[in-house]
């Protein structure tokens, strides 16, 4: 066997799991590492980022897309701890994730060396597995489980520490293979009792999210409403699944979300929910669904047992895959009464009553700026955002028009938007990318400005600045009305700090401008940031902050 040093073989062991993009920052304790990569650069791009929280949040959307587990490597210590948002925001979305954490010399383990860390540790409780490589021989077998690991059940990180002298160390280890990953499907005794529940039932409403869909499996999923007149809705975060279009859909669940929806999801008398774990930004807190068992019966089908009946008794529990559900359940089909096919139609109707905008609010008004774009950008454009209120008007009025055009985060972690429009344009260079961040989301990331001049990439970032942090603000105004304590932000000039990097950058001052100033932004063919001045008194898109303390 030919001898190859630790860094050599790591990034084998990378190709052999078709990794083709990593993000991180470099750092001294993963020399080797970065040179092996530099061999091997026409078969995977290292995409160097300016903090480490945006290059694992890149990580983790990039790994959403690819369909398999996002590679992010770090150096140790202070670079594996500003990485550990991407590593909560993995845990939250459910999403594959390794992080490479170089370490110190297997000499100096204990002594507290330069930037030394525990890792197993300090991110055992936010991971699904989290280990040291000490043996150079054992970096294909370690990575491989790794994979495994992050990819299995519920998708989740895991983190890899690997002594830089492990990384320097000659071996002949072997190439190993991917572990084959188990794909359960419903059984034929799981699909009966379904099919006789929901035959029973008189309200049912079908949710579906989480991750692993497929275009092949969002169609399966449709065909199955269809079939048995069903109410097809998104769970949190996860709209794109199914074309807002499309006549069964009748929305999503959220903290914000519609009040008649929410009603309808309290009054059902079956739900039957795909591929989501039932988070409380699904369940609105756990007052839509409340644990342990609901008031709903549930048909709860997720691919990772152990989530099976850890917060809500199911009525049938259903270990399997997405696809091999959707699959499985296109194959079922009840006697739908007439009612059904009523009260999907009303859903409908009332959804789409809930995100036509009214009367204009302020001279930026979102709901208009939101709207505007769910008409025109392209059926396949991706649109991005982090956490904020801001959110609220994007998941309401935008129409997210086909499979894989969301990118969101369950978490709720700020500054996640703008680096996931960063993966997703690297990813699909050919299709049209737009980031809506808050001012306070975007300047937790804009160091990445940088990187998206380097990598030339033709996104879009719509920054909604309003002066505050507009979440916290809101319920601040709820509890303590009119006492202001630390909400309010001083804020460059978004588009003039752009410019600086040579993007393309322009203010809207007045909505009725914007079409004209995206048409630009889109001819310029070169990244482009859309500064919005928002009146901050329009806090959400049904109440103003006068109104919040005018309740008190």
């Known amino acids: ?46 995409v160097t980022c300016r903090h480490e929280a945006s290059a694992a949040h890149m990580a983790e959307a990039d790994g959403k897309m690819r369909g398999g587990p996002g590679v992010c490597l770090v150096s140790r210590g202070p670079g594996a701890m500003h990485a550990a948002i991407g590593l909560h925001t993995a845990q939250q979305n459910s999403s594959g994730l390794v992080l490479l954490v ?35 021989a054992a970096i294909p077998e370690m990575v491989a489980k790794a994979f495994h690991i992050a990819a299995s059940g519920r ?11 492990v990384l320097d160390e000659l071996s002949d280890a072997a190439d190993m293979a991917p572990i084959p990953l188990d794909h359960p499907a419903p059984g034929a005794g799981d699909l009966a009792k379904l099919q006789e529940l929901l035959q029973k039932a008189e309200r049912p409403i079908l949710i579906i999210g989480g991750p692993g869909w497929t275009p092949a499996a969002a169609e399966d999923i449709k065909a199955f409403a269809v079939a048995n007149e069903l109410p097809i809705v998104s769970a949190f975060r996860s709209q794109g699944i ?3 279009r499309f006549a069964h859909f009748v929305g999503d669940l959220g903290f914000a979300m519609n009040a008649k929806l929410a009603a309808r999801i309290k009054a059902s008398d079956l739900l039957i929910v795909v591929g989501d774990r039932l988070c409380d930004g699904t369940t609105q807190g756990y007052s839509l669904l409340v644990p342990p068992k609901p008031a709903q019966p549930l048909i709860h089908i997720y691919p990772d047992a152990t989530e099976l009946g850890r917060v809500f008794e199911a ?28 009260a999907h139609l009303a859903m409908r109707g009332e959804y789409d009553a809930y995100r036509t905008p ?52 369950k978490g709720g ?40 001049a380097q990598q030339n990439l033709p996104l879009i970032v719509i920054v909604v600045n309003n002066g505050i942090y507009g979440a916290i603000r809101f319920h601040q105004e709820i509890h303590f009305p009119s006492r202001v304590s630390g909400t309010d932000l001083v804020n460059p000039n978004f588009a003039e700090l752009a410019r600086s990097y040579g993007l393309f950058g322009e203010v809207v001052e007045d909505d009725a401008d914007f079409p004209g100033i995206f048409a630009r932004a889109l001819a310029a063919n070169r990244p482009a940031l859309i500064e ?20 008190k």
Not at 155 to 165: A, T
């Open 413 to 452: 972690a700020m500054g996640y938007g703008f680096p996931a429009a960063i993966a997703a344009k690297l990813r699909h260079p050919e299709r049209t990318v737009v980031c809506f961040a808050g001012d306070g989301c975007f300047t937790m990331a804009m160091a990445e400005l940088a990187t998206v």
């Open 358 to 409: 009214g009367p204009r609010r302020g001279k930026v008004d979102m709901a208009r700026v939101v709207s505007f774009l769910g008409e025109r950008l392209p059926e396949n454009a991706i649109v991005t955002n982090g956490a904020g209120n801001y959110c609220i008007w994007v998941h309401r009025y935008y129409r997210y028009r086909g499979f894989g055009t969301q990118a969101a985060t």
């Open 1 to 46: 066997m030919t001898m190859r040093n630790g860094g050599e073989i790591l990034v084998a062991a990378l190709l052999a799991h078709d990794v083709d993009r990593a993000f991180g920052v470099p750092g001294e304790s993963a020399l080797p590492l970065y040179d092996a990569l530099l061999g091997a650069a026409k078969r995977i791009q290292f």
């Open 242 to 244: 199914v074309d807002d």
């Open 315 to 342: 009525a049938l529990p259903i270990h399997a895959g997405v696809v091999e559900a959707a699959a499985a359940l296109k194959t079922v089909k009840v006697n739908a009464p007439a009612a059904w096919r009523e």
């Open 532 to 551: 919005l001045r928002v009146d901050p008194d329009y806090i959400s898109p049904d109440k103003t902050i006068a109104d919040l303390r005018a309740q």
């Open 155 to 165: 998708p989740g990180p895991v983190v890899l520490s690997i002594p830089e002298d």
């Open 102 to 136: 170089g370490q110190v010399p297997r000499a100096e383990r204990g002594l507290e060396a330069f930037q030394e860390m525990n890792y197993e540790a300090v991110f055992g409780g936010m991971t699904k597995w989290t280990a040291e490589i000490n043996d150079t």
